[in-house]
């Protein structure tokens, strides 16, 4: 059965620093892999996606993925945080076949000092 | 911009009541989707609709959770009798299906709070 782990429940960091939020995923065969954000009582809004192609994915608001087959990963980076960008962030994971159902991670508070 | 639209946003409830959760997809959509969040964790799905038929209804508690799209459009969850651990957000997506990919769009949630 497939299954995502996100690392870390919480992470703080300064205004302008890098971050990354780590994701890793266990499924048997190929995947399609996700990462949204949601900010305090709102739905899920998509910031990017991995389908096949190029490991490297970018996505809204300055976020990026890496997809690592090997170690079965799919961590999110951004080079600069925002006080905006202070939300929960989710990892998900689906199969080509499997119409569409996610299976997401737990959730990573992303939490942006000034 | 089409969005997935909810109501209510927030309910309160006190245990044994119903309560009726309301959907409306993107025009379009086909696959509609229904979701629990539960404080502090990931969405887990409840409900997955095709047009008008369930396509997997697996971790729906169908002793007291309900769900249906009959015209293949909008769509209602009901709990009834509803208790203390459904408290949580319930979340509804749709997707359009384009070479066997599904990208969901997130509507902004129903709070329920189960008192």
């Known amino acids: 059965a497939q299954s995502v782990t996100q690392l870390d429940s919480q992470v703080p960091v300064f205004e302008e620093a890098p971050v990354e939020l780590r994701c890793n995923y266990s499924s048997s065969v190929s995947v399609y892999l996700f990462w949204y954000v949601q900010y305090p009582n709102q739905g899920l809004q998509l910031l990017l996606k991995?389908?096949?192609?190029?490991?490297l994915v970018k996505g809204i608001n300055g976020f990026e993925a890496e997809f690592n087959k090997s170690q079965t990963s799919f961590h999110l980076r951004k080079p600069s945080v925002h006080i905006s960008d202070t939300a929960e962030y989710f990892c998900?994971?689906?199969?080509?076949?499997?119409?569409?159902?996610?299976?997401f991670g737990q959730g990573t508070t992303l939490q942006v000092k000034p | 911009e089409a969005e997935v639209a909810q109501s209510p946003r927030y309910k309160i409830t006190e245990k044994s009541q119903a309560v009726a959760f309301w959907c409306d997809p993107i025009s379009g959509h086909a696959t509609l989707y229904w979701y629990r969040q539960i404080l502090g964790q990931g969405p887990e799905l409840l409900v997955q609709?095709?047009?008008?038929?369930?396509?997997?209804d697996s971790q729906l508690p169908k002793d007291r959770f309900s769900a249906e799209r009959l015209k293949g459009v909008d769509s209602t969850l009901k709990i009834q009798p509803a208790e203390l651990g459904d408290s949580a957000m319930y979340l509804c997506?749709?997707?359009?299906?384009?070479?066997?990919?599904?990208?969901?769009?997130f509507g902004p949630g129903t709070r329920l709070t189960v008192t």
């Open positions: 997506a749709s997707s359009l299906e384009a070479g066997g990919i599904y990208e969901q769009y």
């Open positions: 609709f095709q047009d008008e038929s369930v396509v997997d």
């Open positions: 991995y389908l096949s192609g190029s490991t």
């Open positions: 998900a994971v689906t199969e080509p076949s499997n119409t569409g159902k996610l299976i």
